[in-house]
């Protein structure tokens, strides 16, 4: 999976540089946002096209979701942190039984300023365990 997606979906730091990324609203973001992906080992597929990944050139390997369209029409920016490493994801994903969130779309229980709102509304009460996730 990951020889496929880095061939086809990723811009080499080359490539990136080179590139204009003329429908974003902030090119100069896209190319960094480029860049960063580059280092991203992608971990969960979801049905849509967006991935699970892990950032390998990031202290602690943070998880960071990407969103397959962040280059159509956005900023420019993409790699929200849903947590700061491997086992504090599957821990907090685990507080809620590993449930998707209700929406079936992770960006709809984003936290503003990262992380998930693992304890939100996205995720149904009856199937969450106490004291494992944070707020």
Known sequence: MYTGWRGIALYSPK???RYGFPNTKNPALAKRTAARMWHWL?????GNGDLICQDLNAPGCPVIFNQHDWL??????????MA???WKFLAGWGSVCFQLPQSMY???SFRAVGGIAWKGKQFRSPYRIAGLADS
Do not use: L
């Not at 159509?72 to 942190?81: E, K, L, P, R, Y």
């Open 42 to 46: 992608p971990v969960i597929e979801e």
């Open 106 to 108: 992770w960006p709809s």
């Open 15 to 17: 490539q990136a540089e």
């Open 72 to 81: 159509d029409g956005g900023t420019g920016n993409n790699g929200h942190v």
């Open 84 to 86: 700061s490493n491997w």
